[in-house]
Every structure is written in structure tokens, then in C-alpha cells.
């Protein structure tokens, strides 16, 4: 078969003919076809996230098909078509066994980390319960949305809470921002307020579910938030931009008692002002959460969801290219918007 490999850091990768794998016991053979090309690829391929072992299979973001089951697997059958949770974690510390699998210091992540062979190939092989099944109203290069986007934004909503009836705000509405705003929508939010910094951004949004929009580079976003909510406030806010200003707005916009989830994420420092920290924020009693990637329980919920319809992945636009094209499709994932995913097709 053929994959896409990298042999050192920062040089093109290599289209590489190799073995298929054979699945183990508890694991599953999947015939590629479609997997993400993301940013923490290039990360890997620009060494800031270094391996040690070399040539390595990238892609995380995969959907496919099931060539063949190991020893053990029952719970899927040759051409069942189904995407991946490339988190593989312990199963057996404190956190796992709380379902916090995120948190995993031992976990690691399929295509990224040393060894963990990933997508970019005609076929791979991983542990059975890292495999879900794809919803029949999910095509395959949809299916490539749940794992890049859609469950960090899905898991931020279930840990800080939505709860039906709720007024959100999302700071930030770029891909992540928009699956935020649609899961909250599916547990029940009745109004979802954009803020972003241009209104063909806050546009953008509607689809998704976001009711109202506010363009922060014209108006202060906190003030227009109070405004439209007679003083009171949102209950949940999201930052999903990891600013100084969306981290502030997100906390400041609450109402008394409310939730900030913090989903955005900086290399750079961040110091964080409040004028009125008393009144502003220490009186009001809020909750806040940072957010890290997602939990293996939620990916069924996320399923059930798609199934509904509740969750439309349609929305998203994909670019695809071949495998022999990886190269291509990488510096592609360098140019194109947030929105855009750029999809591999072995
Ligand atoms: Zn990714
Ligand atoms: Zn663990």
C-alpha cells in the first residue's frame, strides 16, 4: 500500500510503498478514505513537536472503512464505515478511570506522537475502541470534522454546561467557534450571541445557529452584551480565540452566578485586566473552565447528535486532494481559512 511519510523534519513528504499492517488483537484495519490535513501536522513536520522515531505516518482526522477485525473485536464487521477518536489513552489512572481521558498523562494521540502510525495511507491500524461508527447522513469528508473540530467545540459545551433555555456568547466564531455554537444549540441554548471582529465573520456564524452578532473591532462587545440583556448578562460564554480581549469579554459578559469555558489557546503570554475586579468579576460568583481536547464518552453523544440531524457537519466546505498530492495539500492547509479543511483522499 501506499503512505504518505516523513523521513526528517522540514523536508516534503514521501510517498513510500509499505506493508498493509496487520490488525492485532483489539484492533481494527481500516481502509483510508479521508483524513485531515491539520495544523499540528505541520507542527510535526516543522519539528515544534519533535519525534524521535522516523519514517512517521501522520493524519489523526480519519474516516473509512473496516477491512478487517483482530482477535476480540466483535463490535465491528468488514465494511462498516466509521472515523476515529485518535486520543489512546491508559485506560487505567485516576483520570481515565473518571472518564476524564483527555487528561491522560500517558495518553497519546494517533499520527502525532512517536509511533502512533496515522491516516495519511490506504490503510491503518488502531485499537477497536478508538473506532465509532460514521452516521449514514455523514459522508466520509464530513466525518473528518468531528474529530478536528467538531469535538473540542462539543466537549467545551459539555464541561462548562449549556443547559436548555440558556443565553450564550462565543468570542471567536472561526471553525471551532461554530461548532461551539452549534452544540450549544443542540443542548438547548435559545439564544447564541456571535462576536467577532468582522461582520462577513459574524455571517458566517448564522447558519450554525448563531442568532445575533456583535462586530467587537466597532462596538465594546461586554457593553453591547449588557445592553442587549437588559444589565443582566449570558449565561455561559465562551472564549474560542485565546486573546487577552475574547478571555476578558467572555468573563466580563457574564451574568451573576454564570459560566466562562475558555477554549482558545496561546503560546504567548496572557495578563489579564478587570477595572472592577470586585464588582466585575470576584462578586459575581462565576465558574470558569480551560477546555483540552475531548473525552472518548462524548463521541457516541456526538453520534447520536449527528444522527438527529441536530449537529449538520454539510456546512463546513473541504478541499480535497489525493495522497500522491500531500505535499500540495499541506502548504494548502497553510493558505486556506479556518473554515475550509483541506482533506486527504487515499
Ligand atoms: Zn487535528
Ligand atoms: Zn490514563
Redesign the pocket.
Known amino acids: 500500500m501506499k503512505a504518505a511519510r516523513l523521513h526528517a523534519v522540514e523536508t516534503p513528504l514521501s510517498i513510500d510503498e509499505v506493508p498493509i499492517p496487520q490488525p492485532g488483537p483489539g484492533e481494527v484495519l481500516l481502509q483510508v478514505k479521508a483524513c485531515g490535513v491539520c495544523t499540528s501536522d505541520r507542527y510535526v513536520i516543522k519539528g515544534r513537536r519533535p519525534l524521535k522515531i522516523y519514517p512517521h505516518t501522520l493524519g489523526h482526522e480519519v474516516t473509512g472503512v473496516v477491512a478487517s477485525v483482530g482477535d476480540d473485536v466483535a463490535e465491528f464487521r468488514p465494511g462498516d464505515r466509521v472515523f476515529i477518536n485518535p486520543m489512546v489513552?491508559?485506560?487505567?489512572?485516576?483520570?481515565?478511570?473518571d472518564g476524564q481521558?483527555n487528561?491522560?498523562?500517558?495518553?497519546r494521540l494517533i499520527g502525532l506522537d512517536d509511533g502512533m502510525v496515522g491516516g495519511y495511507a490506504e490503510y491503518m491500524s488502531l485499537p477497536a475502541k478508538n473506532v465509532h461508527r460514521l452516521p449514514d447522513n455523514v459522508t466520509f469528508e464530513q466525518g473528518v470534522i468531528i474529530t478536528s473540530i467538531l469535538a473540542t467545540g462539543f466537549h467545551a459545551v459539555r464541561k462548562i454546561g449549556v443547559d436548555a433555555g440558556d443565553t450564550v456568547a462565543v468570542f471567536g466564531v472561526g471553525a471551532i467557534g461554530c461548532c461551539v455554537v452549534q452544540s450549544a444549540k443542540a443542548h438547548g441554548a435559545t439564544r447564541v450571541i456571535a462576536v467577532d471582529l468582522s461582520d462577513s465573520k459574524l455571517e458566517r456564524a448564522r447558519p450554525y445557529g448563531a442568532d445575533e452578532g456583535i462586530n467587537a473591532s466597532l462596538v465594546d462587545p461586554v457593553a453591547e452584551i449588557m445592553a442587549r440583556t437588559s444589565g443582566r448578562g449570558v449565561d455561559v460564554a465562551f472564549d474560542v480565540a485565546g486573546e487577552k480581549a475574547t478571555i476578558e469579554g467572555a468573563i466580563g459578559s457574564l451574568r451573576r452566578g454564570g459560566r466562562a469555558a475558555l477554549v482558545g489557546c496561546t503560546f504567548t503570554p496572557v495578563h489579564l485586566d478587570f477595572e472592577d475586579y470586585f464588582r466585575g468579576v470576584a462578586c459575581k460568583e462565576v465558574t470558569m473552565s480551560t477546555i483540552f481536547a475531548y473525552q472518548a464518552r462524548e463521541f457516541p453523544l456526538m453520534v447520536e447528535l449527528l444522527r438527529a440531524g441536530k449537529i449538520d457537519l454539510s456546512l463546513y466546505s473541504a478541499i480535497t486532494f489525493p495522497l500522491a498530492e500531500v505535499n500540495a495539500a499541506l502548504e494548502a492547509s497553510e493558505r486556506e481559512t479556518e473554515a475550509v479543511r483541506i482533506i486527504l483522499t487515499p
Open positions: 489513552s491508559c485506560g487505567r489512572c485516576e483520570w481515565c478511570l481521558d487528561l491522560c498523562a500517558q495518553g
